[in-house]
Each structure stands twice: as structure tokens, then as C-alpha cells.
């Protein structure tokens, strides 16, 4: 007997799909689209998305090297269109892009991996923690966009990394004190049944754990255009962004 459920899951391509349309958003609202809070509440769902996408890829890359080097080339190439989006200049010294985030990460996480073949549980514990302690402050004194939440969030998808329970349990508790506790931010006012209830924004990042928690591991469509299109796409939107604030 054939089994007809729909099965509902998302792919690396739906993903990229996702996290690009979102944080596009995101950034009209914090360009040229001022006022539309809708935008930014939808953005927040964006960075979770790449986080975890960027655990994935190192992963799954053929090519370690070859993959932080194509991220350090865009991180470089994104700075100036960055600097004018989000700072109206072309130099930004207190805020640096999102990529800049991304390889402090991927230096973490391939610590932790080294950590991990040495089959030293001593050595895994003290470079897990010593790696959440040094994104921490890295992830401050650099001045990378989301600071130490950036690569905090990062982390706690690579050691919360699977589809067991407690894998979920892990993430979400991981992103909720990321996003309510340790970011904040703006919160709206809601009045339901009499009362008064305040929602706060930063909190809906924690709905990116939806499309994340139905990856099922493929690749979905792929193709050298595509993926040279979604490495473009950020500095490509960010100097459009940018040059349409200045005219």
C-alpha cells in the first residue's frame, strides 16, 4: 500500500530562498523604508536561517579552504556597500558586515572539530567553552554585525546540531536567551482579553526555528549560478541600497 502523506520539509535552496528575501526586508527597513515595522519583524527571522546554514556548509563543503576564502573575498567586497546601506558612509569603523561574523565562526567550530578527533573529552569540554568565551568577546571587540550574538548563535547550531529532542530543546533555549535576554530590544504593546502584554521583536527570530527544524538535509535545486548568485546577492543589495539612500 502506497503511503500518499505530504510530507512538508525545507531544502538548503528554500532556505537561501528564505533567509535572502527576509533579510532584505530587514535592510529596506533600515534604509529606505523607514516606519514599515513589518519588514523588520519579518528580518529578524533572517539571520537564525544563515546561521545555521553556515554550520551546515562546513559540513558539507568539498573544500574547507576554498569555502572560507570565497567568504573572506565577499566579506572584503560587502564591506564598502555595508558601510553605505547601514552607515551612510564609506567607512564604518563601529559596525562590520554579517561575513565578518561568519568566519570568526567557522574558526570556532573547526576548532571544536580538531577538539573532537582527538577523543579527549577533557579537550572537548575546554575548548567548547573557551570557544563560546572568545566568540563572546570577539564578537565585540571587532565590531561585527549582531557582535557576540552573531557568533554565539552560530555556535549553539553547531553544538546543538541534529534532529533529536534535545537537539531542538538545545536550540531554541539557545536562541531565546540570545534574542530576549542577551539582545532585546523594542517591544510592542498588545492588549488581549483585558490585559496588557508586551511582545518583544527580537523575539521572532526564534520563528526561523520553523523553516530550520523541517530541513531535511537536501540540497534541493543547485547550480553554479545559483550559488555564485547567493554570495552576490549580499554586497549586490547592499550598494543598491546604498547609492538609492544617497540620491
Known amino acids: 500500500m502506497t503511503n500518499n502523506r505530504l510530507k512538508i520539509e525545507t531544502t538548503s535552496f528554500s532556505l537561501h530562498i528564505m533567509a535572502m528575501i527576509f533579510m532584505l526586508c530587514d535592510h529596506l527597513w533600515g534604509t529606505i523604508i523607514n516606519g514599515n515595522d513589518w ?13 545555521f546554514m553556515i554550520v551546515e556548509g562546513y559540513y558539507h563543503t568539498n573544500n574547507l579552504k576554498k569555502y572560507v576564502q570565497r567568504l573572506l573575498c565577499f566579506a572584503i567586497i560587502s564591506e564598502i556597500p555595508f558601510n553605505l546601506a547601514l552607515g551612510s558612509s564609506l567607512l564604518y569603523p563601529i559596525h562590520q558586515n554579517v561575513l565578518w561574523s561568519f568566519l ?14 582527538s577523543g579527549k573529552l577533557w579537550k572537548q569540554i575546554l ?17 561585527v554585525d549582531f557582535y557576540h550574538a552573531g557568533v554565539l548563535t552560530v555556535l549553539a547550531f553547531y553544538f546543538f546540531r541534529g534532529n533529536k529532542w534535545w537537539n531542538y530543546v538545545g536550540q531554541f533555549a539557545c536562541l531565546w536567551y540570545i534574542n530576549i535576554e542577551m539582545l532585546g530590544g523594542y517591544s510592542y504593546e498588545i492588549e488581549l482579553f483585558g490585559q ?17 527544524w523541517l530541513y531535511g538535509g537536501k540540497k534541493g535545486y543547485s547550480s553554479k549560478a545559483f550559488k555564485n548568485f547567493c554570495y552576490w546577492f549580499y554586497p549586490a543589495h547592499l550598494l543598491v541600497l546604498g547609492l538609492i539612500k544617497f540620491m
Not at 519588514?39 to 544563515?50: A, E, K, V
Not at 567557522?106 to 572539530?113: P, Q, R, T, V, Y
Request: glycine share 10%.
Open 127 to 143: 575548548v567548547g567553552v573557551s570557544s563560546v568565551i572568545i566568540g563572546y568577546l570577539v564578537g565585540i571587540l571587532t565590531f
Open 196 to 212: 496588557t502584554y508586551f511582545f518583544m521583536r527580537q523575539g521572532l527570530a526564534l520563528l526561523a526555528l520553523i523553516p530550520i
Open 104 to 117: 570568526i565562526s567557522i574558526g570556532l567550530i573547526h576548532w571544536n572539530e580538531k577538539a573532537r578527533k
Open 39 to 51: 519588514l523588520t519583524c519579518i528580518g529578524r527571522i533572517s539571520f537564525p536561517i544563515f546561521a
